[in-house]
């Protein structure tokens, strides 16, 4: 079954770490950007992170660069976020997803094509 | 980052009506403009990419048109089962932005 599966969620104090996985099956992980977007309770989407097929570009959102820092690895077909200095706006669901495409006779277009289930994070003390 | 702007950001309707969300580009996306439909607790799922081409699966009464920076979808005959949030994205270029979403209620 193609799927990307969060783990890591969970609870932390203001200033605290955590470190979200995201765990990619049935499809060619390292052919596929990946993303990181939060979703804070009651609110929109946002984008956090984008990382490359190859890992060898990263964006951040301006919300989190410098404290998130997002990784992938090949060999296990998994995707990382750790995330550092947290605050409480960081409370959010987090969604690890396929930066993919859609295949039509004669094109590709781009899209957000496969999503986790999301996994939640809170920070409060 | 290209800002992506919807409007309405919700509305109400009545099963039958017919329902349009429009979306705008802070500056030209072509036609890589994609939407989103969220059911509450659950995760986004692709719904049209390309602008107006509807992913596998998703009704007929969904379509989408635009191109350039205006764009909008259309629900011809609202069901009870669209209640959800939409998003508008653009895959022009990274980082691919949302729009703030337009919840559907009925």
């Known amino acids: 079954e193609v799927q990307v599966v969060e783990s890591g969620g969970g609870s932390v104090q203001p200033g605290g770490s955590l470190r979200l996985s995201c765990a990619a099956s049935g499809f060619t992980f390292k052919s596929y950007s990946m993303k990181w977007v939060r979703q804070a309770p009651g609110k929109g989407l946002e984008w956090i992170s984008w990382?490359?097929?190859?890992?060898?570009?990263?964006i951040y959102a301006d919300s989190v660069r410098g404290r998130f820092t997002v990784s992938r690895d090949i060999a296990r077909n998994s995707l990382f976020l750790r995330m550092t200095s947290l605050r409480a706006e960081d409370s959010a669901v987090y969604y690890c997803?396929?930066?993919?495409?859609?295949?039509?006779?004669?094109?590709?277009?781009?899209?957000?094509?496969?999503w986790g289930q999301g996994t939640m994070v809170t920070v409060s003390s | 980052d290209i800002q992506m702007t919807q409007s309405p950001s919700s509305l109400s309707a009545s099963v039958g009506d017919r329902v349009t969300i429009t979306c705008r580009a802070s500056?030209?996306?072509?036609?890589?403009l994609n939407w989103y439909q969220q059911k509450p607790g659950k995760a986004p799922k692709l719904l049209i990419y390309a602008a107006s081409s509807l992913q596998s699966g998703v009704p007929s009464r969904f379509s989408g048109s635009g191109s350039g920076t205006d764009f909008s979808l259309t629900i011809t005959s609202l069901q009870p089962e669209d209640c959800a949030t939409y998003y508008c994205?653009?895959?022009?270029?990274?980082?691919?932005?949302f729009g703030q979403g337009t919840k559907v209620e009925i």
């Open positions: 997803v396929r930066d993919g495409f859609v295949e039509t006779p004669g094109a590709t277009w781009p899209a957000l094509d496969l």
């Open positions: 990382i490359s097929n190859s890992g060898s570009t990263i």
């Open positions: 500056q030209s996306v072509k036609n890589y």
């Open positions: 994205q653009q895959a022009d270029s990274i980082p691919r932005t």
